[in-house]
């Protein structure tokens, strides 16, 4: 209720213009004693003209013991309140308004601005047209607030019957749409939160109804509507900038507690701003990063893992996109311009029905959608890279673009590196982003996009490398009525790297390596009533690999070229989901997605001999099949399962079960995944991973929703999870099926996690307990990983403490902190030293059976922005960030060569030293 | 055609990004694994055929732990060699001459002392082709700060069946100290030295595994495969160097032995590490296939070649110094007993300007014996 307290103060401003003479002309007079208050009021309206407005509740049990002698009204009042929280405000209509612990003053707006700014410095004049700004923002909010908007028409209203109303929830001053925004009535309790278009569809009862609405990093609101009929409501939200301190609105965040999602998790562009940046860029692979359930081998490395998945296990999503290598410069930074993205949603369970083809999350990027309404531009240099975004109107309010680059400029760094290292080499990288929306109509939106990231370096002048990404996605988006709507979607996804080398002229060569694969899919969402929400569709994607191809280069090379066989496969999906809200406290969603998976000619596929051990040595034959010959099939039912208990408004219970299925995989034999990793697709011999996790969590919230803890556990299993057989050759390859094995893996843990999402302090406390483990027991010979027992993965690490906090000192001063610790993740230790060849060996046997040691790092950042005129040209911040304050030198491996005849250990460290950035953000 | 894209890529980074994050580490001893270890070559030469048999070690010890009182014998289709256990304890040699013969397949068998059985998979002699060139270029590595001769070996086989090739080399270098000394002091007296001790030859043997498949190749030759890359830090370079590259034909499997064992034992600390796992050898234990025995045994001819570098092959502008501490100072004769007795070595008498001095350095700068050998090799150019 407080939250709405400014709103109501300037409300009542607007229409008591004048201040009131007249209450010193009611005198009043009575004795009471014990009475109850309806009483008092009653007799006191019999004595004077005036009307008490309040909540009963308010008064019931408050008693008036008080003698009053022709006293003045104002002072009786003070007099029979002075014991109470009541207070009383008259206006000019002699109206008596109540009010609990707060008071309303009849000298607003202008005194109670100043009043809540004690602090501030008067002659800061620009927070003060940023607080006029704001004021008008939320005068106008005001308004439509209280507003009554009529749907339908009058005469069709039938009472008590359910009716719905659709729309779009929407920023206020960019007008692009809100994901996850709730919309609901309070009584009774029915709610929904909008899609990834900002769409919502609601079925409440007719009649006068409030609807609230609320989304995170935006000020709460509500809206009057009379509904008589279907119909349609935009909301424009305003974004909750909290530039005075006094007025920080806390609103309900309980959409954790509320809804129905487990295992998902979603940062925001405001709270990527909070997180200390490394070397300068704001990423979010890292930000994903420090969530509890989230590991990677370590410091740089290529590859998230979560809940003990693999790295290829991750559905990487950008605009629908698939990205097939997420990172930038070997997994230093991730290729997502930070400046294009709206949230990132990390779905580590509970994975709906309408994801598939990833066996352990789901990472969907959220792109901003270009401002509507005005050019705007933003941008930022750090000391690794720029970045420049550009978005405005096409047609005001109808059609937008945004398009966003970033490149480096490192090579400069590397020539400057003091050891005179890299003279010749260099590293390049860039990124480009563009999309189009446009909402035609009421009923069709279409939107555009497309995203292209490349990575060019080279060693020495000698080889030379570059790897790309490249997507588009084409979608429209259809309403065919208020309760159904669908969006028909084309899209592109692509991933290449090539190698080539030309110093020595006989083995000059050309690699090149490529997956494409297109998806065309519709999804559908069906609101037949208040307590169901259906969503169903199809998709289809086809893949198209290139192995690989290994080519001459130059006109004196010597190389055989080396063409592998392309790959085709088509995995479809149809897929159901209904949540459905039996009752306010219990609410169910079931999911049922069915792949099917078509291995497709042309190809060779070898035959080796049956009941024995796939080897070169047992191959006893090829089949050939045609164009688009189906050579095998795959398919399951996927379960997708979530409930969702609510004991009461603070907390609820959670219960999911999802399977999933994948059909590619990724080769590779390194513990940490690099570039030049690829991409295989289910066949004969490789078969499809299947995974399957139930999780159970209990959420509760604090101190008026403003803590959010939670507690989740799961477990997990996957089935044909890939390994390799000791010497395995991956790349170039035409017989792979012989260097693979297939094991199971097994992950289980429990994650705590406390968050603070307002207030000068905010940020999470997250703490996981996991086991993630393997086990690889094939039938024959070299098909065995530590004698079958299950070993941990690489990035096993039992113990994980994340804090990441921000401390918001004033409007422009904020100070970040990161805090990391988590157990040394599992290597391979050698058993054994020998001499062989005159030279000391190291012999490895069981793996992952030893740590490094143990994690830890500290991160720190300062955030200036400059002021908040509005009216100023541009806007400006600047980001001083150090990166691993304490200079710990935390191993990223142990490892042993043989050097000049001895075994020798090293200790490898990433950014062993404190690293300091300076960034430059900028907004026009 | 070697891919080491990865390790390429790991380099890059290692410099990019590391160059002080690396420290020694000294590993602890886990889980123990007492392993037999057999290493053994074969080859057509007049070598005696020679079997080193060991045990493992722990990984915080550096004991060799030789396996003696074992029966070993090599058999080829026709006759068994029955080896005798040499001085060195764990080395066991044929006393005669095999007459190992290309083409021909032969295999070991072992007994150890206790009773286990052992055999090598049957292997059969190949034959190395000629070593075409070994050649050398000088080269300037900036992304390490070095200057050196980059050694290079080039070969072919003109009947293209070998295709894969494994390289190790001798290498022997002539060096000078700073000061040559003519005279020394024996019990208070100068002598005149009679044994030059300012030239010395110093050798060494390849240590790193260098192989190469031409599988890739429609011709199988070798082109400027880069052995070593000798830099002027060292003492090398000083006065002459020569290396003697001895090249191996290796098969299909020994080449994949000895790719497994450098990429596991030499090719770690990157970014991008492979995952160490059981190299296998090609010897086993006849009645427990599960036992893992470390090494190999393999058979071909060998192929040798010299060359000679001299520092006159070194641009002019490059001076491989060695020795950068090094300085002499000049004493009166009286004190030649103290300097003697805090360990300075005398160099000459130096007669002008008068009265006399003694010109003293550290032994260091002087006797080129303290790590090398004053006595010129056979082969010496």
Same mark, same amino acid.
């Given at each position: 209720?407080?939250?709405?307290?400014?709103?109501? &103060?300037?409300?009542?401003?607007?229409?008591?213009?004048?201040?009131?003479?007249?209450?010193? @002309?009611?005198?009043?007079?009575?004795?009471?004693?014990?009475?109850? &208050?309806?009483?008092?009021?009653?007799?006191?309206?019999?004595?004077?003209?005036?009307?008490?407005?309040?909540?009963?509740?308010?008064?019931?049990?408050?008693?008036?013991?008080?003698?009053?002698?022709?006293?003045?009204?104002?002072?009786?009042?003070?007099?029979?309140?002075?014991?109470?929280?009541?207070?009383?405000?008259?206006?000019?209509?002699?109206?008596?308004?109540?009010?609990?612990?707060?008071?309303?003053?009849?000298?607003?707006?202008?005194?109670?601005?100043?009043?809540? #700014?004690?602090?501030?410095?008067?002659?800061? &004049?620009?927070?003060?047209?940023?607080?006029?700004?704001?004021?008008?923002?939320?005068?106008?909010?005001?308004?439509?607030?209280?507003?009554?908007?009529?749907?339908?028409?009058?005469?069709?209203?039938?009472?008590?019957?359910?009716?719905?109303?659709?729309?779009?929830?929407? =920023?206020?001053?960019?007008?692009?749409?809100?994901?996850?925004?709730?919309?609901?009535?309070?009584?009774?309790?029915?709610?929904?939160?909008?899609?990834?278009?900002?769409?919502?569809?609601?079925?409440?009862?007719?009649?006068?109804?409030?609807?609230?609405?609320?989304?995170?990093?935006?000020?709460?609101?509500?809206?009057?509507?009379?509904?008589?009929?279907?119909?349609?409501?935009?909301?424009?939200?305003?974004?909750?900038?909290?530039?005075?301190?006094?007025?920080?609105?806390?609103?309900?965040?309980?959409?954790?507690?509320?809804?129905?999602?487990?295992?998902?998790?979603?940062?925001?562009?405001?709270?990527?701003?909070?997180?200390?940046?490394?070397?300068?860029?704001?990423?979010?692979?890292?930000?994903?990063?420090?969530?509890?359930?989230?590991?990677?081998?370590?410091?740089?490395?290529?590859?998230?893992?979560?809940?003990?998945?693999?790295?290829?296990?991750?559905?990487?999503?950008?605009?629908?996109?698939?990205?097939?290598?997420?990172?930038?410069?070997?997994?230093?930074?991730?290729?997502?311009?930070? @400046?294009?993205?709206?949230?990132?949603?990390?779905?580590?369970?509970?994975?709906?029905?309408?994801?598939?083809?990833?066996?352990?999350?789901?990472?969907?990027?959220?792109?901003?959608?270009?401002?509507?309404?005005?050019?705007?531009?933003?941008?930022?240099?750090?000391?690794?890279?720029?970045?420049?975004?550009?978005?405005?109107?096409?047609?005001?309010?109808?059609?937008?673009?945004?398009?966003?680059?970033?490149?480096?400029?490192?090579?400069?760094?590397?020539?400057?590196?003091?050891?005179?290292?890299?003279?010749? %080499?260099?590293?390049?990288?860039?990124? &480009?982003?563009?999309?189009?929306?446009?909402?035609? #109509?009421?009923?069709?939106?279409?939107?555009?996009?497309?995203?292209?990231?490349? @990575?060019?370096?080279?060693?020495?002048?000698?080889?030379?490398?570059?790897?790309?990404?490249?997507?588009?996605?084409?979608?429209?988006?259809?309403?065919?009525?208020?309760?159904?709507?669908?969006?028909?979607?084309?899209?592109?996804?692509?991933?290449?790297?090539?190698?080539?080398?030309?110093?020595?002229?006989?083995?000059?060569? @050309?690699?090149?390596?490529?997956?494409?694969?297109?998806?065309?899919?519709?999804?559908?969402?069906?609101?037949?009533?208040?307590?169901?929400?259906?969503?169903?569709?199809?998709?289809?994607?086809?893949?198209?690999?290139?192995?690989?191809?290994?080519?001459?280069?130059?006109?004196?090379?010597?190389?055989?070229?080396?063409?592998?066989?392309?790959?085709?496969?088509?995995?479809?999906?149809?897929?159901?989901? =209904?949540?459905? =809200?039996?009752?306010?406290?219990?609410?169910?969603?079931?999911?049922?997605?069915?792949?099917?998976?078509?291995?497709?000619?042309?190809?060779?596929?070898?035959?080796?001999?049956?009941?024995?051990?796939?080897?070169?040595?047992?191959?006893?034959?090829?089949?050939?099949?045609?164009?688009?010959?189906?050579?095998?099939?795959?398919?399951?039912?996927?379960?997708?399962?979530?409930?969702?208990?609510?004991?009461?408004?603070?907390?609820?219970?959670?219960?999911?079960?999802?399977?999933?299925?994948?059909?590619?995989?990724?080769?590779?034999?390194?513990?940490?995944?690099?570039?030049?990793?690829?991409?295989?697709?289910?066949?004969?011999?490789?078969?499809?991973?299947?995974?399957?996790?139930?999780?159970?969590?209990?959420?509760?919230?604090?101190?008026?929703?403003?803590?959010?803890?939670?507690?989740?556990?799961?477990?997990?299993?996957?089935?044909?999870?890939?390994?390799?057989?000791?010497?395995?050759?991956?790349?170039?390859?035409?017989?792979?099926?012989?260097?693979?094995?297939?094991?199971?893996?097994?992950?289980?843990?429990?994650?705590?996690?406390?968050?603070?999402?307002?207030?000068?302090?905010?940020?999470?406390?997250?703490?996981?307990?996991?086991?993630?483990?393997?086990?690889?027991?094939?039938?024959?010979?070299?098909?065995?990983?530590?004698?079958?027992?299950?070993?941990?993965? %690489?990035?096993?690490?039992?113990?994980?403490?994340?804090?990441? %906090?921000?401390?918001?000192?004033?409007?422009?001063?904020?100070?970040?902190?990161?805090?990391?610790?988590?157990?040394?993740?599992?290597?391979?230790?050698?058993?054994?030293?020998?001499?062989?060849?005159?030279?000391?060996?190291?012999?490895?046997?069981?793996?992952?059976?030893?740590?490094?040691?143990?994690?830890?790092?500290?991160?720190?950042?300062?955030?200036?922005?400059?002021?908040?005129?509005?009216?100023?040209?541009?806007?400006?911040?600047?980001?001083?960030?150090?990166?691993?304050?304490?200079?710990?030198?935390?191993?990223?491996?142990?490892?042993?060569?043989?050097? #000049?005849?001895?075994?020798?250990?090293?200790?490898?460290?990433?950014?062993?030293?404190?690293?300091?950035?300076?960034?430059?953000?900028?907004?026009? | 055609?070697?891919?080491?894209?990865?390790?390429?890529?790991?380099?890059?980074?290692?410099?990019?990004?590391?160059?002080?994050?690396?420290?020694?580490?000294?590993?602890?001893?886990?889980?123990?694994?007492?392993?037999?270890?057999?290493?053994?070559?074969?080859?057509?030469?007049?070598?005696?055929?020679?079997?080193?048999?060991?045990?493992?070690?722990?990984?915080?010890?550096?004991?060799?732990?030789?396996?003696?009182?074992?029966?070993?014998?090599?058999?080829?289709?026709?006759?068994?060699?029955?080896?005798?256990?040499?001085?060195?304890?764990?080395?066991?040699?044929?006393?005669?001459?095999?007459?190992?013969?290309?083409?021909?397949?032969?295999?070991?068998?072992?007994?150890?002392?206790?009773?286990?059985?052992?055999?090598?998979?049957?292997?059969?002699?190949?034959?190395?082709?000629?070593?075409?060139?070994?050649?050398?270029?000088?080269?300037?590595?900036?992304?390490?700060?070095?200057?050196?001769?980059?050694?290079?070996?080039?070969?072919?086989?003109?009947?293209?069946?070998?295709?894969?090739?494994?390289?190790?080399?001798?290498?022997?270098?002539?060096?000078?100290?700073?000061?040559?000394?003519?005279?020394?002091?024996?019990?208070?007296?100068?002598?005149?030295?009679?044994?030059?001790?300012?030239?010395?030859?110093?050798?060494?043997?390849?240590?790193?595994?260098?192989?190469?498949?031409?599988?890739?190749?429609?011709?199988?030759?070798?082109?400027?495969?880069?052995?070593?890359?000798?830099?002027?830090?060292?003492?090398?370079?000083?006065?002459?160097?020569?290396?003697?590259?001895?090249?191996?034909?290796?098969?299909?499997?020994?080449?994949?032995?000895?790719?497994?064992?450098?990429?596991?034992?030499?090719?770690?600390?990157?970014?991008?590490?492979?995952?160490?796992?059981?190299?296998?050898?090609?010897?086993?234990?006849?009645?427990?296939?599960?036992?893992?025995?470390?090494?190999?045994?393999?058979?071909?001819?060998?192929?040798?070649?010299?060359?000679?570098?001299?520092?006159?092959?070194?641009?002019?502008?490059?001076?491989?110094?060695?020795?950068?501490?090094?300085?002499?100072?000049?004493?009166?004769?009286?004190?030649?007993?103290?300097?003697?007795?805090?360990?300075?070595?005398?160099?000459?008498?130096?007669?002008?300007?008068?009265?006399?001095?003694?010109?003293?350095?550290?032994?260091?700068?002087?006797?080129?014996?303290?790590?090398?050998?004053?006595?010129?090799?056979?082969?010496?150019?």
């Amino acid at each position: 209720m407080n939250k709405l307290l400014p709103f109501i &103060f300037i409300f009542i401003n607007l229409i008591s213009t004048k201040s009131i003479s007249q209450n010193s @002309d009611l005198i009043v007079s009575g004795k009471y004693e014990n009475t109850p &208050f309806n009483l008092f009021v009653k007799d006191i309206e019999r004595q004077i003209p005036v009307e008490f407005m309040y909540h009963p509740q308010m008064a019931d049990s408050i008693y008036i013991t008080a003698i009053f002698n022709k006293e003045s009204l104002n002072n009786a009042l003070t007099r029979v309140f002075r014991e109470t929280q009541l207070h009383f405000f008259i206006n000019e209509y002699n109206q008596i308004i109540l009010t609990q612990g707060y008071e309303i003053r009849a000298d607003l707006p202008i005194n109670f601005f100043d009043r809540s #700014n004690e602090n501030m410095i008067v002659t800061d &004049f620009q927070a003060f047209d940023f607080m006029k700004e704001e004021e008008k923002k939320v005068k106008l909010q005001n308004t439509l607030e209280n507003r009554v908007v009529e749907i339908g028409n009058r005469t069709r209203l039938v009472d008590g019957k359910y009716t719905n109303l659709a729309g779009y929830i929407r =920023d206020s001053q960019t007008g692009e749409p809100l994901v996850g925004a709730l919309i609901y009535i309070d009584d009774p309790r029915i709610g929904v939160a909008t899609d990834q278009f900002g769409y919502y569809s609601l079925t409440i009862p007719n009649g006068e109804q409030e609807l609230l609405l609320k989304c995170i990093g935006y000020k709460d609101t509500k809206r009057q509507v009379i509904l008589y009929q279907e119909g349609k409501l935009d909301i424009e939200l305003i974004e909750d900038v909290i530039p005075l301190k006094e007025v920080i609105i806390e609103s309900e965040k309980d959409v954790n507690i509320a809804g129905m999602q487990m295992g998902l998790d979603k940062i925001d562009a405001q709270s990527m701003k909070k997180v200390p940046p490394i070397l300068g860029e704001v990423d979010v692979l890292k930000i994903i990063l420090t969530l509890p359930g989230v590991q990677s081998i370590g410091e740089g490395a290529n590859g998230i893992n979560v809940r003990g998945g693999t790295a290829d296990q991750n559905l990487m999503l950008i605009n629908d996109a698939i990205v097939y290598n997420p990172t930038h410069l070997f997994g230093f930074f991730s290729s997502f311009n930070p @400046d294009i993205i709206k949230s990132v949603e990390l779905y580590k369970g509970g994975i709906p029905a309408q994801y598939g083809g990833r066996i352990s999350s789901v990472l969907e990027v959220q792109t901003k959608e270009g401002n509507n309404k005005k050019f705007v531009g933003s941008g930022g240099i750090s000391p690794v890279t720029a970045r420049l975004t550009f978005e405005g109107p096409i047609a005001k309010d109808k059609a937008s673009y945004i398009i966003g680059a970033r490149s480096t400029y490192s090579d400069w760094i590397l020539k400057k590196l003091p050891n005179a290292s890299l003279k010749n %080499s260099t590293a390049s990288f860039y990124d &480009f982003f563009g999309k189009i929306s446009y909402d035609i #109509n009421d009923k069709n939106s279409i939107y555009m996009a497309g995203y292209y990231s490349n @990575d060019d370096f080279s060693f020495n002048s000698d080889t030379i490398y570059n790897y790309t990404n490249q997507n588009a996605s084409l979608q429209w988006k259809h309403i065919f009525n208020n309760k159904l709507y669908g969006v028909f979607s084309g899209v592109y996804s692509g991933y290449n790297y090539a190698v080539s080398s030309t110093k020595n002229e006989v083995n000059a060569f @050309d690699m090149n390596y490529s997956i494409k694969n297109l998806n065309a899919k519709i999804d559908f969402s069906y609101f037949p009533n208040s307590k169901h929400k259906i969503d169903f569709g199809i998709s289809s994607i086809y893949y198209g690999l290139e192995p690989g191809t290994l080519k001459q280069n130059g006109n004196n090379s010597l190389i055989t070229d080396i063409i592998l066989e392309n790959e085709q496969g088509l995995e479809s999906a149809v897929y159901l989901g =209904d949540k459905y =809200d039996i009752s306010p406290r219990l609410a169910l969603n079931f999911g049922l997605r069915y792949s099917f998976y078509n291995y497709l000619g042309p190809q060779t596929v070898n035959k080796y001999a049956p009941d024995g051990p796939i080897e070169e040595g047992t191959k006893i034959g090829e089949t050939t099949y045609g164009e688009r010959e189906n050579i095998q099939t795959y398919q399951g039912p996927e379960i997708r399962f979530s409930a969702r208990y609510s004991m009461n408004d603070e907390s609820s219970l959670k219960l999911s079960y999802n399977r999933m299925r994948q059909y590619i995989h990724m080769l590779s034999n390194t513990t940490s995944i690099s570039p030049t990793d690829i991409w295989k697709l289910s066949d004969t011999y490789v078969k499809p991973q299947v995974g399957d996790q139930v999780s159970l969590g209990i959420y509760r919230n604090f101190k008026n929703n403003t803590i959010e803890g939670s507690i989740e556990g799961y477990y997990k299993t996957i089935e044909d999870i890939l390994d390799f057989k000791s010497g395995a050759q991956l790349v170039l390859n035409d017989h792979v099926e012989t260097d693979i094995v297939s094991g199971m893996g097994k992950s289980y843990g429990i994650e705590f996690l406390l968050k603070k999402k307002t207030g000068k302090l905010n940020g999470w406390v997250s703490y996981t307990y996991s086991r993630a483990l393997i086990k690889v027991d094939g039938q024959y010979n070299g098909e065995t990983i530590n004698n079958g027992e299950f070993f941990p993965a %690489s990035y096993d690490k039992p113990h994980d403490f994340t804090v990441i %906090s921000n401390w918001k000192f004033s409007r422009r001063f904020s100070v970040s902190g990161n805090l990391t610790y988590s157990t040394g993740r599992p290597i391979t230790y050698p058993v054994a030293k020998y001499n062989f060849g005159g030279t000391e060996r190291l012999h490895y046997s069981e793996r992952n059976q030893f740590r490094i040691p143990d994690y830890f790092r500290l991160d720190l950042s300062i955030s200036l922005e400059g002021n908040h005129k509005v009216k100023k040209l541009n806007h400006s911040s600047w980001t001083f960030a150090i990166y691993n304050v304490t200079g710990r030198d935390n191993a990223y491996s142990i490892y042993f060569v043989s050097e #000049n005849g001895k075994v020798k250990g090293y200790k490898l460290s990433i950014f062993a030293e404190a690293i300091p950035t300076i960034t430059y953000n900028f907004r026009f | 055609m070697n891919y080491k894209f990865i390790n390429i890529l790991n380099l890059f980074i290692l410099v990019l990004l590391l160059s002080n994050c690396v420290k020694e580490f000294d590993p602890p001893s886990l889980g123990y694994e007492n392993l037999l270890v057999v290493d053994a070559f074969l080859s057509d030469g007049e070598e005696p055929f020679e079997v080193k048999l060991s045990r493992s070690t722990p990984v915080d010890t550096s004991a060799f732990i030789p396996e003696s009182g074992a029966s070993i014998s090599l058999s080829d289709e026709s006759e068994k060699y029955f080896l005798v256990e040499s001085d060195v304890q764990g080395v066991y040699v044929y006393p005669g001459n095999i007459n190992a013969q290309i083409g021909k397949s032969y295999q070991i068998h072992i007994q150890t002392k206790t009773g286990n059985q052992y055999e090598s998979s049957v292997v059969a002699m190949r034959e190395t082709p000629e070593i075409d060139s070994v050649t050398f270029r000088y080269e300037e590595r900036s992304s390490v700060g070095l200057t050196g001769v980059q050694i290079y070996v080039n070969t072919h086989d003109p009947e293209n069946g070998t295709w894969y090739y494994r390289w190790e080399w001798d290498e022997t270098w002539k060096f000078r100290t700073p000061y040559n000394s003519n005279i020394y002091c024996d019990e208070g007296k100068i002598k005149p030295r009679e044994e030059q001790i300012n030239t010395c030859w110093k050798s060494g043997k390849s240590t790193s595994i260098k192989f190469f498949n031409s599988k890739n190749l429609m011709k199988d030759i070798v082109a400027d495969y880069p052995l070593l890359y000798v830099d002027t830090n060292t003492d090398r370079l000083i006065s002459k160097y020569s290396i003697n590259v001895k090249q191996y034909a290796l098969s299909e499997e020994s080449y994949n032995y000895w790719k497994e064992l450098q990429k596991i034992t030499e090719n770690l600390g990157t970014l991008f590490d492979p995952q160490p796992t059981i190299i296998k050898g090609n010897v086993y234990n006849v009645s427990d296939e599960k036992e893992i025995v470390l090494g190999y045994f393999d058979a071909s001819s060998v192929q040798e070649d010299r060359i000679f570098i001299r520092r006159g092959d070194l641009p002019s502008t490059i001076f491989p110094n060695y020795y950068p501490f090094c300085e002499d100072s000049l004493v009166s004769p009286d004190r030649v007993e103290e300097m003697v007795e805090q360990g300075w070595w005398l160099i000459e008498l130096q007669p002008l300007p008068p009265p006399p001095v003694i010109r003293f350095s550290s032994r260091y700068c002087i006797d080129c014996t303290l790590d090398g050998t004053n006595v010129e090799p056979d082969f010496w150019e």
